[in-house]
C-alpha cells in the first residue's frame, strides 16, 4: 500500500478540522512535483498529516485517499489565492484528491524527533530545505511512523 505525506498549516485546515468535517479536498496545492504526487494517489493510500507552519511542526495524525484524480476547484476562482490564470476548465493544470479522516495520534511526532530517527532519504520532509507539500513515503518507514504514532 503507498503511503504518503501531506502538509497543511493548521489554521489553515487542521486535522481537527478533518476530523469533525470527515472528508475535505486537498486544494491549493501549486507546485508541479507536488501535483504530480497527487496524480499517483489511489483509493485506500494513506497520508499522514503534517502540522507545518506552528512550533513545533510534526506529524498529527492519519488520513486516507477516498478519492483520487480531482480537478482543483480553486484554480478556476478568480476571488481564491489558488487561482490560475492560465488554467481553463478544458485544460486544467491542478488536480487534487479527496481525504477522508482516519486517526489522530495519541501526540504529535515533531520534525526534531523524526530528524532523530529517520535520514533525509528515509524520510523526505527531514530533508534540509524541503518544502514540498505532498511527497511518498517509503514502505517501512511509513510502518515506522504508523508504530511511533500509535504509541508502539
Do not use: C
Given at each position: 500500500?503507498?503511503?504518503?505525506?501531506?502538509?497543511?498549516?493548521?489554521?489553515?485546515?487542521?486535522?481537527q478540522?478533518?476530523?469533525r468535517d470527515?472528508f475535505?479536498?486537498?486544494?491549493?496545492?501549486?507546485?508541479?512535483?507536488?501535483?504530480?504526487?497527487?496524480?499517483?494517489?489511489?483509493?485506500?493510500?494513506?497520508?499522514?498529516?503534517?502540522?507545518?507552519?506552528?512550533q513545533?511542526?510534526?506529524i498529527?495524525?492519519?488520513?486516507?485517499?477516498?478519492?483520487?484524480n480531482?480537478?482543483d476547484p480553486t484554480?478556476?476562482?478568480?476571488?481564491?489565492?489558488?487561482?490560475?490564470?492560465?488554467?481553463?476548465?478544458?485544460k486544467?493544470?491542478?488536480?487534487?484528491?479527496?481525504?477522508?479522516?482516519?486517526?489522530?495520534?495519541p501526540?504529535?511526532?515533531?520534525?526534531?524527533?523524526l530528524r532523530?530517527?529517520?535520514?533525509?532519504d528515509?524520510?523526505?520532509?527531514?530533508?534540509?530545505?524541503n518544502?514540498?507539500?505532498?511527497?511518498?513515503?517509503?514502505e517501512?518507514p511509513?510502518?515506522?511512523?504508523?508504530?511511533i504514532?500509535?504509541?508502539?
Amino acid at each position: 500500500m503507498p503511503y504518503w505525506l501531506m502538509k497543511s498549516e493548521p489554521e489553515v485546515y487542521s486535522l481537527q478540522d478533518l476530523q469533525r468535517d470527515r472528508f475535505t479536498i486537498w486544494d491549493g496545492v501549486r507546485n508541479y512535483q507536488a501535483r504530480n504526487f497527487l496524480r499517483e494517489m489511489q483509493v485506500g493510500d494513506l497520508a499522514f498529516f503534517y502540522h507545518s507552519n506552528i512550533q513545533p511542526p510534526g506529524i498529527a495524525g492519519l488520513m486516507q485517499i477516498a478519492q483520487p484524480n480531482l480537478i482543483d476547484p480553486t484554480q478556476f476562482e478568480a476571488s481564491s489565492k489558488y487561482y490560475d490564470a492560465k488554467s481553463t476548465p478544458e485544460k486544467p493544470r491542478w488536480q487534487t484528491v479527496k481525504v477522508e479522516y482516519v486517526e489522530r495520534f495519541p501526540s504529535l511526532i515533531s520534525l526534531d524527533a523524526l530528524r532523530q530517527m529517520f535520514s533525509a532519504d528515509e524520510l523526505w520532509v527531514v530533508r534540509p530545505g524541503n518544502r514540498l507539500s505532498v511527497m511518498p513515503v517509503a514502505e517501512a518507514p511509513a510502518q515506522k511512523l504508523l508504530a511511533i504514532g500509535r504509541g508502539g
